[in-house]
């Protein structure tokens, strides 16, 4: 199958966010793109002090403009996430749609980025209500694990998946640069590496507000832990065509369970 990554500087403005997501998600379509993964909080880059004002809350307008980029272009939309009010509290929730706009269940952030960068410090617990549950979505042969950012220095996280029978694992993400430049490729390759499984790691990259700014690099990792596609720096649309075929030729070479 073809998947296409969307890396965004996002904006506070999910209007502005928005229209740039669907002129990527026209030229998905014009290259037989399948299924697209958005990074973490493209529909809204708040400044790590404080929530978004627009969150989505039940099926108000905020979700149906997620849920209208699958029905507008006819594509599986997976992964990012959006803030999301629940039971009167904040979460980090990635949502999924087919390409008939039919919902496919959520993740809600269960590990929160807290931190003491060198000129700054991030707390999303601050803000955030962790979730408390893992997700995989199935769509015919692909079995999908979502995961969102600082999940991903959690393997037991990602071994659990693969036990759940996950063939492909995604890693929406909004990295900051000191801890992109140090841990990102080596992280996501070895949940690849250690579960021999894909990986699609989709980023946030650029100058989003005073305080945030992200490392971009999404990635899409093999079972072997190659690196199919680096989008480095910049907005972009990047596509790859994948084998899920290989996850059970990779598992055959190296038996692991």
Known sequence: MKIGIIQICSKLDYQENLQKIKSYLAEATRRNVEMVFLPECFYSMPDGLSSTPYLIDGANEHYQNIRSLSLDFKLSIVGGSAATL????????????????????????????????????????????????????????????LTICFDVRYPEMYRQYRALGANLVSISA??????????????????????????????????????????????????????????????????????LNQVEEVRKKVKLF
């Open 174 to 243: 909004a990295f900051t640069i000191p801890t992109g430049i140090a841990h990102w490729h080596t992280l996501v390759r070895a949940r690849a590496i250690e579960n021999q499984y894909f990986v699609v790691a989709p980023a946030q990259w650029g100058h989003h507000n005073d305080r945030i700014q992200t490392f971009g690099h999404s990635l899409v990792v093999d079972p072997w832990g190659e690196i199919l596609v680096d989008a480095g720096d910049g907005e972009k649309l990047i596509t790859v065509d994948i084998d």
């Open 86 to 145: 629940h039971n009167q509290q904040v979460v980090n929730r990635c949502f999924n749609f087919d390409r008939y706009g039919n919902d496919l269940g959520y993740y809600d952030k269960i590990h929160l980025f807290n931190c003491e960068l060198k000129d700054k410090s991030i707390n999303e617990s601050d803000i955030y209500t962790p979730g408390n549950s893992l997700k995989l979505i199935e769509l015919g042969i692909l079995k999908l694990g």
